[in-house]
């Protein structure tokens, strides 16, 4: 078995960190969280959030859109518009009732809050 050496450029080394950072970045995401952002400033697919519990389904959605929020805040990085339940399109809750108790996913296209340009 050979041994090979490579030799690398510092500058080399900074776009080798970059790729390997964007790679696990890319893979942390939810799996519908890799669509882009549309012109309109809004995501182009529905992001699903957690499932929020409760015994009370006023409760379960409002822990749903908490949930919802946190992945959107996440996708969008320091942009907290996106976050913003009152901004979003397609708004929409899954629920079911099992046992007494409320489970809900919270469905939406985030939107920053503004028109993205280019």
Known sequence: ????C???????????????????????????????????????????GGTGVSPSL??????????????ARRLSGANSSAANWDLA???RYSCRKKLGTHRCTARARPCLGYEVQG
């Open 1 to 4: 078995m050979r041994n090979f």
């Open 6 to 48: 490579i030799n690398v450029t510092t500058g080399q080394k900074s776009i080798l960190a970059a790729a390997a950072l964007a790679a696990a970045f890319a893979t942390t995401l939810p799996d519908n969280a890799h669509a882009r952002w549309g012109s309109n400033g809004c995501l182009t697919v529905a992001l699903a």
């Open 58 to 71: 006023k409760n379960a959605k409002r822990n749903a859109r908490i949930k919802w929020r946190n992945s």
């Open 89 to 91: 399109l397609d708004k």
